[in-house]
């Protein structure tokens, strides 16, 4: 299951991000977080090598600030642009209904 999944991301980073250019790490963040913390946050700008994430409250927020080093390097083999920091920001309103 392991090598079918560095395959996927194989085929996501030279067919997505290579064509996406400086919105290749909004498309990354999802494959880069996992489903579950995707599925409860949005990627919602790049700019200058910060990437800006929205989470539902202070509590995911620090959970992710706390995991932030994980998510650069896995966006760093994604998305073709260096990413330098992650901003989490709480903005409930952003973020797309999971139900």
Known sequence: MQHARGTLKKIFTQNVCAKAGDEAPLL???IACGGAVA???QAVSFVDGMLVVAVPDAVWRN???F???QYLAGLNQI???PVRSISFVVAPHLIRPTA
């Open 28 to 30: 990354a963040w999802p």
């Open 39 to 41: 599925a409860n946050t």
């Open 63 to 65: 959970q992710l600030q």
């Open 67 to 69: 995991m932030s080093h």
């Open 79 to 81: 998305a073709g642009k």
